[in-house]
């Protein structure tokens, strides 16, 4: 076993052991059969209590040297701290599920970078942009300059085999992208991991390829020195938080608190460490 596949297993393992120990604490805070619904800010400003989930990934959340951090972790706590609220961060891997705790009111803020597209505006509201990004194709660097296994273009992903996060709203671009290339691309939506536990298994040789946010590629690549994501899948594209559309106070709260914490020196050396 080399020492990547031991670096990524840990990360995995990591990843699982945090997100099963946070989701214990919040559980055992809950009664059982506890009824939610989705609340406005009027009503989250009289709980003294913001409830968000995100994803567990290098950029929105994770665990270093024991500490939570994170871009949309740190961000959130910015507008709770200046709202005096009480932000409760729950990671979760899948999106599927993460947008199904929002719509139910389990959460008030889907506070993860979010694809805005037609598909994700009928469920939920969304916040002006945070941040842009795009989606990439990962795969293992080529290996030679006939390496078949290589993609250059979007054309050379006919017939070839992609994994997603399921539920992922980039699977409208992929069906999209097969309109355009008039022929099939085969999409396996993977329920159980997230991204980057992805980029280790196309590292791995587990799989070939995996559809990824940019962003979180870009922060995972140092970690997996033999992948490329050179290939795009989609061209630069809006990524938001989104909120329950029984929310539209909290979408204006959040909207004027944005526009002008965007514009501070704090908000600026928050993106250098995440984006730069």
């Not at 791995?204 to 970690?223: F, R």
């Not at 329950?244 to 050396?269: A, F, G």
Request: hydrophobic share 40%; aromatic share 10%; net charge negative.
């Amino acid at each position: 076993m080399t020492k990547c596949y031991e670096k990524n297993a840990g990360y995995i393992l990591t990843a699982f052991a945090v997100i099963a120990l946070i989701s214990g604490i919040l559980l055992s805070r809950k009664h059982p059969k506890e009824i939610f619904s989705p609340r406005d800010y009027p009503e989250i400003i009289a709980s003294g209590v913001l409830n968000a989930v995100t994803e567990y990934n290098a950029i929105s959340y994770h665990v270093d040297s024991g500490q939570i951090t994170g871009f949309d972790y740190e961000l959130l706590q910015a507008f709770a701290q200046e709202k005096n609220l009480e932000a409760r961060i729950a990671p979760e891997m899948s999106f599927t599920n993460r947008l199904q705790s929002v719509l139910k009111g389990q959460y008030d803020i889907l506070a993860t970078g979010t694809l805005v597209n037609s598909a994700s505006k009928d469920s939920l509201l969304f916040t002006r942009p945070i941040q842009l990004s795009k989606q990439v194709l990962v795969q293992r660097a080529a290996q030679s300059d006939t390496d078949s296994a290589y993609i250059k273009s979007q054309l050379q992903l006919a017939g070839k085999t992609l994994y997603i996060v399921k539920g992922s709203p980039s699977i409208l671009r992929l069906h999209h992208l097969m309109e355009e290339i008039a022929d099939s691309i085969y999409i396996e939506e993977v329920e159980l991991y997230g991204p980057e536990q992805l980029l280790a298994m196309v590292a791995n040789k587990d799989i070939d390829y995996a559809v990824c946010d940019e962003s979180i590629a870009l922060a995972s690549c140092q970690d997996f020195p033999n992948l490329d994501i050179k290939t795009d899948i989609s061209f630069t594209q809006f990524y938001s938080w989104g909120v329950s559309k029984s929310s539209p106070i909290l979408l204006d709260t959040l909207n004027c608190w944005l526009e002008r914490y965007t514009q501070t020196e704090e908000y600026k050396k928050l993106c250098k460490r995440y984006f730069n």
